[in-house]
């Protein structure tokens, strides 16, 4: 069983940037391919970026050049570092992984764009 804990939203102003956190325990990081999803009001959860073990990215085209997406496993932390920030990109955003047929979630962190 894996736990996901994130951390790192808040408000900030468009152009802005935060990085968001995402710890796992276990002792299978190293094997997890990693995601961040972030659901906006009325809307449903998109996938923003993943990561696989093998350290391949990628990226849905809003946030191409803004996002990266890191890891490292000796923290078992998985990262989103998100630069040049815009209203639009505020959503709950949620980590998660699937490991033996099973999605994992975290709890959600807010992050909300506004002037």
């Known amino acids: 069983q894996v736990q996901l804990v994130e951390s790192g939203g808040g408000l900030v102003q468009p152009g802005g940037s935060l990085r968001l956190s995402c710890a796992a325990s276990?002792?299978?990081?190293?094997?997890?391919?990693m995601g961040w999803y972030r659901q906006a009001p009325g809307k449903q959860r998109e996938l923003v970026a993943a990561?696989?073990?093998?350290?391949?990215?990628n990226y849905i085209d809003s946030v191409k050049g803004r996002f990266t997406i890191s890891r490292d496993n000796a923290k078992k932390t998985v990262y989103l570092q998100m630069n040049s920030l815009k209203p639009e990109d505020t959503a709950v955003y949620y980590c998660n992984t699937r490991w033996a047929g099973e999605d994992y979630w975290g709890q959600g962190t807010q992050v909300t764009v506004s002037s």
């Open positions: 990561i696989g073990k093998d350290y391949n990215t």
């Open positions: 276990g002792n299978i990081f190293s094997l997890l391919g």
